[in-house]
């Protein structure tokens, strides 16, 4: 069971409480079910997750990326403001 | 094509009478057959309408009048009378014509004769004057201008050429705010030629606890008129121009088009994409930055090079990502990311440097850490790519309220949490 740390920028983490987790994944999931996972456990950040940007080891991957034990992820929202 | 004999006039750009026979003459072979061998007129189309045409600077078309030239543009580029008149026959208040450099309405309005060769300039006008100007031309630096610079000039990525450079530019700021405020202060100080302010808004007290360029004397003054006073104390050469106007997909291709360089400091998402998306339609480089409580973003999209919608194709519900009015934003904070997008846009302008093109920048002050994630253009992005599902393609300037889910700008939903915030903060205070 890959154990990947996670980390949460701006707006997510405020929601979730917390900067940094580490979630256990089934072997051979992927990005996508990682976030997912985040929705399951914190069902306030549900509404957000498909906007999220997903990086791992600071690149960008698509949701299809399937992870890998040690992976850093980086779960990004949409921040707007501006004033 | 010889461009050895055109006289360019340095002031305006116009080619003189001559020069530009001379370049109608070399352009014969290209031009489309027109009947009994008619020289036919030559419309200058403005950047913001030039997604009509191709990107063509110049369109030929023929006519007795201004009113037939522009009914055979819009024949070879349908769309193009609507995108210029709106709904309507009239010339809209905002549209200028010109045929040879005079204005129609002291000629004969849209009935004006036109004869062949004849030049048709269709100009939007801002809010606030500025047009589809021509490049300003910087000659030798003023002994005074040495001295200001010279810290800029000393350094070699720079020098009097670059510094030329940056006073050579036009950049465009939406929102006079937290970020707005560093972004322009930095850029006045450098000498950007001409700087643009879009913000209806005006200034309030809770918005000098980060928005540099506003002060206690300037609470109720319009924002962007309070940011061209301090963009002018600070530097007198820098020609200020204002949009006191919020912006909407019927106002931004005009207003972005009359600049080189965009900076986004909007503070609401249907702004968010509706400034991506007219600086993709314009080919406009856009310097991105965004900012909530102790965090911020920042990143670089050149044009057919990648955009905000293939970072985030769609915006959040509405709600689930708090305004800074909503949740606030530490003062500083706006300094750090506004002087970030500044230093972009100076990059870009002398092409020094590797800029955050490409990257998305993350600074968290509360951790103090800056990180970066490698980004790339989406290939199916349904702005600058090719979607899945073609009808779905963004092929114009659409309506961000309802993309966005809410109203434009503050809502008044969120007006009301930040006043209710505001009086609850007052009330804890008196404890
Ligand atoms: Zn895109």
Do not use: W
């Not at chain 2, 094509?1 to 006289?7: E, I, K, T, W, Y």
């Not at chain 2, 370049?23 to 057959?33: F, I, K, S």
């Not at chain 2, 609507?82 to 905002?94: E, I, K, M, N, R």
């Not at chain 2, 309405?105 to 036109?114: E, N, R």
């Amino acid at each position: 069971m890959p154990e990947i740390h996670v980390r949460l920028f701006a707006g997510l983490h405020d929601l979730v409480g917390r900067r940094e987790l580490v979630l256990s994944m089934p072997d051979g999931a992927t990005i996508g079910q990682l976030r997912d996972r985040l929705g399951e456990e914190y069902p306030i950040v549900q509404p957000l997750l498909s906007t999220l940007v997903c990086a791992v080891d600071e690149e960008y991957v698509a949701p299809e990326h399937v992870l890998r034990d040690g992976e850093d992820v980086a779960l990004i929202p949409p921040i707007s403001g501006g004033s | 094509m010889d461009h050895g004999h055109l006289h360019i006039d340095r002031s305006t750009g116009d080619i003189d009478p001559a020069s530009r026979a001379a370049l109608r003459a070399a352009r014969q072979g290209e031009r489309r057959p027109s009947k009994g061998g008619r020289m036919p007129v030559s419309v200058y189309i403005p950047t913001p309408f030039r997604k009509m045409t191709g990107n063509r600077q110049h369109v030929e078309a023929e006519g007795a009048d201004v009113r037939e030239v522009l009914a055979d543009v819009d024949k070879q580029f349908p769309g193009f009378h609507s995108l210029v008149f709106g709904t309507g026959d009239a010339v809209p208040a905002h549209i200028n014509i010109y045929v040879n450099k005079q204005e129609i309405t002291s000629l004969d309005g849209i009935a004006t004769k036109v004869r062949d060769g004849d030049e048709v300039a269709v100009i939007p006008a801002m809010a606030g004057g500025a047009g589809d100007q021509p490049r300003r031309r910087i000659g030798a630096l003023t002994p005074e201008q040495v001295d200001r610079y010279s810290r800029h000039i000393i350094m070699p990525q720079v020098g009097p050429s670059g510094q030329r450079k940056i006073m050579e530019s036009s950049v465009l700021i939406i929102g006079a705010g937290g970020l707005g405020s560093p972004i322009a202060v930095y850029l006045a100080l450098a000498g950007i030629g001409r700087i643009g302010i879009v913000d209806f808004d005006t200034v309030d007290i809770s918005n000098l606890q980060r928005q540099i360029l506003h002060q206690n004397d300037d609470i109720g003054k319009p924002k962007a008129l309070s940011a061209k006073e301090t963009i002018n104390a600070y530097n007198p050469d820098v020609e200020v121009t204002t949009h006191q106007v919020p912006i909407t997909s019927e106002n931004a291709l005009a207003i972005i088009g009359g600049y080189d360089y965009v900076i986004n400091g909007a503070d609401n998402f249907a702004a968010r994409y509706l400034v991506n998306d007219a600086c993709y339609f314009l080919k406009k480089p856009l310097i991105d930055g965004s900012i909530l409580l102790f965090d911020g973003q920042v990143t670089v999209y050149l044009p057919d090079k990648g955009c905000y919608r293939c970072l985030y194709p769609s915006p959040p519900p509405p709600g689930m990502v708090p305004s800074c009015a909503e949740a606030g934003v530490l003062g500083a904070l706006c300094g750090t990311v506004g002087t970030i997008q500044a230093t972009e846009a100076l990059k870009l302008i002398l092409g020094v440097g590797e800029t955050l093109h490409g990257r998305l920048l993350l600074y968290d002050a509360l951790a103090m850490e800056f990180r970066q994630v490698r980004i790339r253009k989406d290939p199916k992005c349904v702005l600058c790519g090719e979607p899945d599902d073609p009808s779905a393609k963004v092929t114009e300037l659409i309506d961000y309220d309802a993309f966005c889910g809410g109203a434009f700008g503050h809502t008044n939903e969120e007006e009301q949490k930040a006043a209710d915030a505001t009086s609850a903060l007052r009330e804890q205070s008196k404890v």
